[in-house]
């Protein structure tokens, strides 16, 4: 979602979000690839612990995957977290650095 913003994109639908993640898999050929059920489990559990939010309340019989959402922590923020987190994969924290 961060590189999305970083391309001026201030909301995004999941399924742009799962393009993005898919060039990053393939640019960087990672072993580490999730199916799309398990990428929205993930989105559930952020938007649950108030990292992302859906941008608006209308559109509520949209499925997840089709509704815009929006980041609502910031650059800095992510940045800390990821590097703070042991398990962040070496993939994640090299994007950081771009």
Do not use: W
């Not at 398990?87 to 994640?92: H, K, M, N, R, S």
């Amino acid at each position: 979602m961060r590189r999305l913003e970083v391309k001026e994109q201030s909301s995004y639908k999941i399924i742009s979000v799962m393009k993005e993640y898919k060039t990053i898999h393939d640019s960087f050929q990672t072993s580490d690839y999730y199916a799309q059920n398990v990428c929205l489990r993930a989105f559930e559990h952020l938007r649950e612990r108030q990292v992302i939010c859906y941008t608006e309340n209308r559109g509520q019989s949209q499925t997840g995957e089709y509704r815009p959402m929006k980041l609502l922590i910031s650059a800095s923020e992510l940045h800390q977290g990821m590097r703070s987190h042991a398990c962040c994969p070496a993939i994640l924290l090299k994007l950081l650095d771009h």
